[in-house]
């Protein structure tokens, strides 16, 4: 029973290139949700999604960023036009489907994204 | 403005004493409670959690307390390990629309010294 796969691992972008990060969820899972993890800081919400629907981008910078879960294959991270603020590791996680209080999420091992 | 506060940043024990991590939370909606560890490189890993309706949830050396008239967790680590040095993070969930979501504190840090 795989886990969250996220890919790639490790990213070197230069400025102004754009990075996409994939991640598919746990089997059964239909919820993706997006974290960021700036060095010396926690982890950030960024976005949540279900399949084709994006339900929760507050946490999402309001331009260069964008993400999506279609129907078929991972949910990706975009991120155009990369700055060295954006240097970070990213976190994907998912979750079973419905609103029970015990659903626990899951992360996969995360993608460190270098800006140079 | 943090909902979910983790005050210290790190704490050192010694091997085969107990851990204390602690976890303030200010949003009363807040119903279901979960503690990650991380290690350097690596994805969070769920530990143990607890729902609103018990005070305490215990899974081998790791025990959760859950004070909601203080809004205030804590995790017990007995006995420490060098294997327990990681970041700590407490998550609190809340059901949103027709999702739940989570919220995290910004870490702490556990070494455990042998």
């Known amino acids: 029973n795989a886990g969250v796969m996220q890919n790639p691992r490790h990213l070197v972008r230069r400025r102004g290139q754009e990075a996409r990060l994939r991640c598919s969820p746990m089997k059964g899972h239909s919820h993706v949700y997006w974290y960021r993890q700036l060095p010396e800081e926690g982890l950030k919400f960024m976005v949540y999604l279900q399949k084709e629907n994006i339900i929760d981008e507050s946490g999402m910078p309001k331009e260069r960023f964008s993400a999506e879960f279609p129907k078929e294959g991972p949910s990706i991270l975009r991120i155009q036009q990369v700055v060295r603020g954006d240097s970070a590791a990213y976190f994907c996680a998912s979750s079973p489907p419905g609103p029970r209080t015990g659903n626990t999420i899951y992360f996969g091992e995360g993608s460190w994204l270098t800006v140079v | 403005d943090q909902q979910v506060k983790q005050n210290s940043p790190s704490l050192s024990v010694q091997e085969g004493r107990i851990s204390i991590l602690n976890c303030d939370y200010t949003?009363?909606?807040?119903?279901?409670f979960l503690w990650y560890k991380k290690y350097p490189a690596e994805g969070p890993t769920f530990l143990i959690s607890i729902s609103s309706i018990k005070d305490k949830n215990e899974d081998g050396r790791f025990t959760v307390f859950l004070n909601k008239s203080a809004k205030h967790l804590s995790l017990h680590i007995v006995p420490s390990q060098p294997g327990d040095s990681a970041v700590y993070f407490c998550?609190?969930?809340?059901?949103?629309?027709?999702?739940?979501?989570?919220?995290f504190g910004s870490g702490t840090q556990l070494t455990v010294l042998p």
């Open positions: 949003n009363s909606m807040f119903d279901y």
């Open positions: 998550a609190a969930s809340d059901l949103r629309g027709s999702a739940r979501q989570l919220t």
